[in-house]
């Protein structure tokens, strides 16, 4: 028994559990909003846009988060204005666009070596974050939910239907810009915990396990957030035992639960799909 | 709060329209609707029949001209919900997870409050539109799980809650079946008698004259508009679709004198389905059918 709540008599593993479980809930919940939308690609575009921004802000003697979501805000600008302006497609001026932010951070990060070092900004490392950044990540928390919270309705609308948003008379620049903001505030908060590479998985699997199990926004949120809570949390509980990378263990579980949704899922499941083709073959 | 609205009315003023490829898909589209009509725009596909609607709706900015709604700018015609929208079907997710009383819920968006909470005039509307349409036994269906009629109904029933005077439906009536279609055509015509505006595009000629008081006539710029009695003329229809309506002649055809006035012409706007005399089946063309003419014309004279 005292072998199960051994992590607990770590402080430094009550925060990690703590923070990841935090940082998966707000990930999830923005992340069924990201799926929708049809923004996954820009989900990992910005989480490795933001490194820039984590060197500048150390230089200026910024919060590092303040940098990374100006950078992330900055890239996801940049994308939007090369898109518009280019005969591009959109994929390949995403792929343009971030590998170029983040060559400049790892060129910045190699050039004027910093606190948090390259392995950290790209693999992450929770098991050390220190006392000011756990305080970053529940203000960001904090800010995302409370918004979230008050404009999921707007930004569902958007997601669906710009079109009727604009016909209501609705800023649908600003809902962009909005969840452009959110997306780069929770990457920045993300990144601690499982790193820039790992990021994209945070703010995508929830969703999309969630969007396999109902055919409702409002459950869908609800499913996605607890998955995103209780990855984090044992994810990051498993990895003192496994004595492995927080980050892995978290959206190693995410992706666990993912496949079983995939499978199981009681409508839009594999099984499901083949039951009902059974059950029409008997039928007819 | 509508009577104290200004009456609702569109004007379109020589509005051209380009899209960033630099293709002009309109020019120089000048039309004007005043309360209590039901206008249909007319024109083959790629027309720019949608791109009027993106225009008027200022989703598309013009490249010339101007759009005002009763007589204010688009955007402060959309704040105050004056004019509702149903898309072309094609430009709707419908794999989205929301329901049918999701949607129709949207409708009300705008007249809910910051963190759009219903309230229950808000619901009380939103089940009365779907009633409207038919619509209120599948409230908790998701979208996608409805058929091509059940879907149009919907997107009617959104709009609809919105409350405003003013609808613009792109392609009601592509995929919908038969009943759906008269079931809209009635509820448009209640609107109309109260007042709103309607302009609905449509590519099926054959049910314009039933319910369409104007016509816009275009392709790619306005060649006709006015009463649908002078615009529907063989010459303008000729005009606005070249060759490609389908003909039923019927001096060419198998119909002859013995079939008189029983013939029977069945259609879904597509080629029409012509019955003679007895019920049997006529033909576009006597050309190859001779043996079939000869028989016919035998049967009449015994
Ligand atoms: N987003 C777009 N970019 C470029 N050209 C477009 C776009 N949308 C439509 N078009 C072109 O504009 C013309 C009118 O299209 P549209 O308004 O959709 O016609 P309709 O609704 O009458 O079928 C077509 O030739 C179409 O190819
Ligand atoms: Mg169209």
Known sequence: MTGLLAPFAYEYMVKAIVVSGLIGGVCAFLSCFITLKGWSLMGDALSHAVVPGVSLAWLLGLPFSVGAFVAGVLAALG?????????????????????????????LLSLYPSNLNLRTIIFGNVLAISDPDILQVFVISALSTIVLGMKWRDLLLYCFDEGHARTLGMNTRFLHFLLLALLSATAVAALQTVGACLVVAMLVTPGATAYLLTDRFGKMLIIATITGVVCGVSGAYASYFLNGSTGGCIVVLQTLVFLVALVFAPKHGLLAARTQRRVAAIAS | MHDTAPPPSIDVDDVTVAYNNGHIALRDVSFKLDAGTICALVGINGS???????SIMGFLRPAKGGVRIAGLTVEAARRRQLVAYVPQSEEVDWTFPVSVWDVAMMGRYGHMNFMRIPRAEDKRVAQECLERVGMSGFKERQIGELS???????????ALAQRGRIMLLDEPFTGVDVQTESA???????????????L?????LGSVPEFCDQVVLVNRTVLAFGPTEQVFTEDNLASAFGGVLRQFQFEQSTI??????????????????????DGHLEYTDRQGREQLVKKREKEARA
Do not use: Y
Request: aromatic fraction near 8%.
């Open chain 2, 48 to 54: 720019g029949k949608s791109t009027l609607f993106k």
């Open chain 2, 256 to 277: 002859q004198d013995h079939d008189g006035r029983t013939v029977k012409l069945l259609t879904d706007d597509e080629r029409p389905l012509v019955f003679g005399k």
């Open chain 2, 200 to 204: 609905v595009s449509t590519h099926n």
């Open chain 2, 148 to 158: 091509g009629g059940q879907k149009k109904r919907v997107f009617l029933a959104r």
């Open chain 2, 184 to 198: 809209i055509i009635d509820l448009l015509r209640d609107l109309r008698d109260a007042g709103h505006i309607i």
């Open chain 1, 79 to 107: 994308m939007g204005w090369v898109k518009n302006n280019s005969r591009l497609r959109e994929d390949a001026v995403i792929g343009v666009v971030f590998t170029s932010f983040f060559a400049l951070g790892l060129l």
